[in-house]
C-alpha cells in the first residue's frame, strides 16, 4: 500500500531534550516536505527536499535541522526542543516538485514541556 | 507569504452550495486544494495550474484566476462528507525551488 509512515505519532518531552521524528514513503517519491499545524494558522512549512541531499528552508525553519540521506526517508529533527515547537507535525511526499499531489503522513504530536 | 482564504468558516444544510476563495498578492503558477477532517491528515482534492483552468472532482469544482492571482472551490449540493477544513495551497512563481505555502484553512461544516 502507497504510504507515508511518520513515527512516533505522540511525543511529550522536556525543554532540550533532543528528539527525531521520522517520516518514510515507499512511492519513490523525489520531494519530501515538512510541514506544522497550529490552531488559527494553518499548515506552514518547515523544511522540504527536492531529491536526496538537497534540502531547503520552508517558511518556519528555525530550530528545526532535516536530513535527506536516502530517497525514501525524511526525519525531522529538534536539537532542543522548546516549548514553542508543540505542535502537530505532517510529513508529505509528492512524485516530482510541482504539478503533482502531495501525500501527507498520519502526524506526530508533539508536545514539549 | 501565506495566501488569504475567505471565508474562515461556513455552515450549510446538506444539499446547499458553498464557494471558498483562495487569493494571493503575488503572481502563482499554481494552485492546491485539500480537505482535512478532524485528527486526519489532509487529503489532496485538486491542483489548478497557470492558464486559467477550471477542473472538477465529484461535486467538487474549482477555478484559478491568474489575473486576479486567486482560486475559487466550488462546492455544490453538499453532503455530510464534505464536512472538514479546507486549505488552499499556492506556489508562487516558477523557480526552480519548489515551495507549496498554504493557507489557514476554512473550516466548512455540513448539517443534515
Known amino acids: 500500500e502507497a504510504q507515508v509512515t511518520q513515527n512516533p505519532r505522540y511525543l511529550i518531552t522536556v525543554t532540550g531534550k533532543k528528539l527525531t521524528v521520522t517520516c518514510s514513503q515507499n512511492?519513490?517519491?523525489?520531494?519530501m516536505s515538512w510541514y506544522r499545524q497550529d490552531p488559527g494558522l494553518g499548515l506552514r512549512q518547515i523544511y522540504y527536499?527536492?531529491?536526496?541531499?538537497?534540502?531547503d528552508k520552508g517558511d518556519v525553519p528555525e530550530g528545526y535541522k532535516v536530513s535527506r540521506k536516502e530517497k525514501r526517508n525524511f526525519p525531522l529533527i529538534l536539537e532542543s526542543p522548546s516549548p514553542n515547537q508543540t505542535s502537530l507535525y505532517f510529513c508529505?511526499?509528492?512524485?516530482?516538485?510541482?504539478?503533482?499531489?502531495?501525500?501527507f503522513g498520519p502526524g506526530t504530536r508533539l508536545t514539549v514541556t | 507569504q501565506q495566501p488569504v482564504q475567505s471565508p474562515q468558516a461556513v455552515i450549510l444544510r446538506e444539499g446547499e452550495d458553498a464557494v471558498i476563495n483562495c487569493s494571493s498578492s503575488?503572481?502563482?503558477?499554481?494552485v492546491h486544494w485539500y480537505r482535512q477532517k478532524h485528527g486526519e491528515a489532509p487529503v489532496f482534492l485538486m491542483i489548478?495550474?497557470?492558464?486559467?483552468e477550471q477542473k472538477g472532482h465529484d461535486k467538487i469544482s474549482a477555478s484559478f484566476n491568474e489575473k486576479k492571482q486567486q482560486s475559487s472551490l466550488y462546492l455544490t449540493a453538499s453532503q455530510l462528507s464534505y464536512s472538514g477544513t479546507y486549505f488552499c495551497?499556492?506556489?508562487?512563481?516558477?523557480?526552480?525551488?519548489?515551495?507549496?505555502?498554504f493557507g489557514k484553512g476554512t473550516l466548512l461544516t455540513v448539517n443534515p
Open positions: 527536499s527536492m531529491n536526496v541531499e538537497v534540502t
Open positions: 503575488k503572481a502563482l503558477y499554481s
Open positions: 508529505a511526499s509528492s512524485q516530482t516538485s510541482r504539478r503533482t499531489e502531495q501525500y
Open positions: 512511492m519513490n517519491h523525489e520531494y
Open positions: 489548478l495550474l497557470k492558464g486559467g
Open positions: 495551497g499556492t506556489e508562487i512563481g516558477g523557480g526552480s525551488n519548489y515551495k507549496l505555502t
